[in-house]
């Protein structure tokens, strides 16, 4: 049956037409896909974020948030922020997506907000869930992974490839600290090893800003290290992403405590690239150590990892498999159908009220809603 979606997000401006054609980061990537998703399953979509036009694409609605909203509809994803969770007055379902560690929720303007309308709290793990504060005011939380796009997901079987190392994420999470590692022990141990860095500030639409600056000055050292074989290229849309990633022999990532799915990293496992990681964040969420890659517990073992993965073709070729076979993750059809079993049926037809603060319930301070904590498919069961 067709059902009414709404999503909202009002971060940076974005829309369907711009995944296909430039990179975008991995809660925008998510966006978009779960809108398209959940239209190719026969749903009315609408997402309002702060795109410049609206248009229709992928019978997905774009539309600024400057527009009406609707007032009332099915299911509504508010993604990340405060101000998205009450734009839709009447919602069978209300959801707040969180693609952040949830401990900012404690701030006051988020809290009346969580009481006033008890949303759904939608978290991408097991990690990710542990950050929720479990006294807050809010409805059940429900762990939904990200999905890993199509072209990820159908990579081949290849054959060890050239001694290049990838590093596809947030280059302050870490890359600086990569960047020691590399000059002073791998590089040296691998003399004909590469670093091929692909980030930059626009994907998080940080140009010009304090952040955005700061990654400049970490890629600007990249750039100054072409003697050890790091090469740094712009940003890359998934599709040329993903022919980066077919040539990669490893990923190599620190991780970060601010990581809770790290869809880099999935689409690196899912492409059959062995990771290299701390275990930082949701990154042993990621990988399966000794399978599909190396949670190194410390600097020593992860350089020890990253050398042996650069040097040796049958243990990269185990690894290399393995993920091919474990680690192609969900599709986002998948993804969509679990959105869409959290739309209740409607009592006698009616809308539900929304709430108020004295109503609020505390169901997080419960455990919320474990069921998809068990295993997901393509997905490592041990963390």
Same mark, same amino acid.
């Given at each position: 049956?067709?059902?009414?979606?709404?999503?909202?997000?009002?971060?940076?401006?974005?829309?369907?037409?711009?995944?296909?054609?430039?990179?975008?980061?991995?809660?925008?990537?998510?966006?978009?896909?779960?809108?398209?998703?959940?239209?190719?399953?026969?749903?009315?979509?609408?997402?309002?974020?702060?795109?410049?036009?609206?248009?229709?694409?992928?019978?997905?609605?774009?539309?600024?948030?400057?527009?009406?909203?609707?007032?009332?509809?099915?299911?509504?994803?508010?993604?990340?922020?405060?101000?998205?969770?009450?734009?839709?007055?009447?919602?069978?379902?209300?959801?707040?997506?969180?693609?952040?560690?949830?401990?900012?929720?404690?701030?006051?303007?988020?809290?009346?907000?969580?009481?006033?309308?008890?949303?759904?709290?939608?978290?991408?793990?097991?990690?990710?869930?542990?950050?929720?504060?479990?006294?807050?005011?809010?409805?059940?939380?429900?762990?939904?992974?990200?999905?890993?796009?199509?072209?990820?997901?159908?990579?081949?079987?290849?054959?060890?490839?050239?001694?290049?190392?990838?590093?596809?994420?947030?280059?302050?999470?870490?890359?600086?600290?990569?960047?020691?590692?590399?000059?002073?022990?791998?590089?040296?141990?691998?003399?004909?090893?590469?670093?091929?860095?692909?980030?930059?500030?626009?994907?998080?639409?940080?140009?010009?800003?304090? =952040? &955005?600056?700061?990654? *400049?000055? /970490?890629? $600007? @050292?990249?750039? +100054? !290290?072409?003697?050890?074989?790091?090469?740094?290229?712009?940003?890359?849309?998934?599709?040329?992403?993903?022919?980066?990633?077919?040539?990669?022999?490893?990923?190599?990532?620190?991780?970060?405590?601010?990581?809770?799915?790290?869809?880099?990293?999935?689409?690196?496992?899912?492409?059959?690239?062995?990771?290299?990681?701390?275990?930082?964040?949701?990154?042993?969420?990621?990988?399966?150590?000794?399978?599909?890659?190396?949670?190194?517990?410390?600097?020593?073992?992860?350089?020890?990892?990253?050398?042996?993965?650069?040097?040796?073709?049958?243990?990269?070729?185990?690894?290399?498999?393995?993920?091919?076979?474990?680690? =192609? &993750?969900?599709?986002? *059809?998948? /993804?969509? $159908? @679990?959105?869409? +079993? !959290?739309?209740?049926?409607?009592?006698?037809?009616?809308?539900?009220?929304?709430?108020?603060?004295?109503?609020?319930?505390?169901?997080?301070?419960?455990?919320?809603?474990?069921?998809?904590?068990?295993?997901?498919?393509?997905?490592?069961?041990?963390?």
């Amino acid at each position: 049956m067709m059902a009414s979606v709404v999503m909202a997000d009002d971060g940076i401006a974005f829309d369907g037409v711009m995944a296909e054609t430039a990179p975008l980061g991995g809660a925008e990537t998510a966006f978009v896909a779960l809108a398209e998703a959940l239209a190719a399953r026969g749903h009315r979509v609408e997402a309002r974020n702060r795109c410049g036009v609206a248009i229709v694409h992928k019978g997905v609605r774009w539309a600024p948030l400057s527009r009406d909203f609707p007032r009332a509809c099915d299911l509504y994803v508010g993604n990340r922020s405060h101000r998205v969770i009450g734009l839709v007055r009447q919602a069978r379902r209300r959801v707040l997506w969180l693609h952040n560690p949830a401990f900012y929720l404690k701030k006051p303007r988020n809290l009346w907000r969580l009481a006033w309308y008890r949303p759904t709290l939608v978290v991408t793990g097991v990690y990710h869930a542990a950050t929720i504060p479990r006294w807050l005011p809010c409805g059940r939380y429900e762990i939904i992974p990200y999905g890993v796009l199509d072209r990820f997901r159908s990579a081949p079987a290849r054959e060890p490839p050239a001694p290049r190392a990838i590093f596809t994420s947030n280059p302050l999470r870490g890359l600086d600290w990569l960047l020691d590692l590399w000059v002073a022990r791998i590089k040296p141990a691998v003399p004909a090893a590469e670093l091929h860095i692909y980030a930059g500030a626009a994907v998080y639409g940080l140009a010009g800003t304090p =952040r &955005g600056r700061r990654m *400049d000055e /970490v890629l $600007a @050292r990249a750039d +100054a !290290l072409a003697a050890f074989g790091v090469r740094r290229f712009a940003p890359a849309g998934s599709k040329a992403l993903a022919t980066a990633l077919s040539s990669a022999r490893i990923m190599l990532y620190r991780g970060d405590p601010g990581e809770t799915f790290c869809l880099a990293l999935a689409e690196a496992q899912a492409m059959g690239v062995p990771a290299v990681v701390k275990p930082l964040g949701s990154t042993p969420e990621r990988v399966i150590d000794g399978v599909t890659g190396r949670v190194a517990e410390n600097d020593e073992a992860f350089v020890a990892a990253a050398v042996a993965l650069l040097r040796d073709n049958e243990l990269w070729r185990g690894w290399h498999l393995a993920a091919l076979e474990r680690q =192609r &993750g969900l599709n986002w *059809d998948t /993804v969509g $159908a @679990r959105f869409e +079993a !959290l739309i209740p049926d409607a009592p006698d037809g009616g809308w539900p009220e929304q709430g108020s603060v004295s109503e609020a319930v505390f169901p997080c301070c419960q455990g919320g809603n474990r069921e998809n904590i068990a295993a997901e498919p393509g997905y490592p069961s041990k963390i």
